[in-house]
């Protein structure tokens, strides 16, 4: 299955919330309440969408996949994006860091506990710059360029997923 066929049936089963921004959600709940991420997430789906999810299984898949990417030591790991132009996948990596941001407020989750804290507040603090930034097609920019910068964005916020990840499963081992 391509990954914008599964992009597309998550679109059908988040009705009111975008499948990146749902995935980035999904992530603090992993790193904040590991052995309940699954339970408090659709919870938390289903209030912010009005109760509008339409199948369990799709997202638990998206739970499994995303936990065992997260887990694997290739670093595998890729936010959930579609395939279309830059714009559109700049945008959904922009609703990714913010289901991010709100997860993780919603979540409480203390990164000054973390080892890795000033590298984890600097990567939150771009984050949370990267998803205020407007980003629109012009004719004179060279989308070659454009995609150049996307792709070293996304393996930053790729990077910085997997940091504050790990610092937290450490944390929780150590406590």
Same mark, same amino acid.
């Not at 599964?6 to 998550?10: A, F, G, I, P, V």
């Not at 408090?40 to 938390?44: A, F, N, V, Y």
């Not at 898949?61 to 936990?67: F, N, S």
């Given at each position: 299955m391509s990954d914008e066929i *599964? #992009?597309?049936? #998550?679109e059908d089963v988040l009705v009111g919330i975008n499948p990146s921004e749902a995935q980035g959600?999904? /992530?603090? +709940? /992993?790193?904040?309440e590991p052995n309940e991420a699954i339970l408090?997430?659709? !919870?938390?789906l289903s209030r912010i969408t009005n109760d509008g999810i339409k199948e369990g299984d799709l997202l638990v898949? *998206? +739970? !499994? $996949?995303?936990?065992q990417a997260l887990n694997d030591l290739d670093f595998t790991f890729s936010p959930l994006l579609p395939?279309? $132009?830059v714009y559109q996948r700049i945008k959904a990596l922009q609703q990714f860091a913010e289901g991010l941001i709100y997860g993780i407020g919603i979540n409480h989750l203390k990164?000054?506990?973390?080892t890795v804290e000033n590298d984890a507040y600097e990567f939150m603090n771009d984050l949370i710059e990267f998803t205020h930034t407007t980003f629109e097609a012009e004719d004179e920019v060279n989308d070659e360029e454009t995609e150049? $910068?996307?792709e070293e964005i996304l393996e930053f916020v790729r990077m910085g997923i997997l940091l504050i990840y790990h610092e937290t499963l450490n944390q929780g081992k150590r406590e």
């Open positions: *599964l #992009y597309s049936e #998550y959600m999904l /992530i603090s +709940y /992993i790193c904040a408090l997430w659709i !919870k938390e898949a *998206l +739970y !499994k $996949d995303t936990v395939e279309a $132009d990164l000054e506990n973390l150049q $910068d996307f």
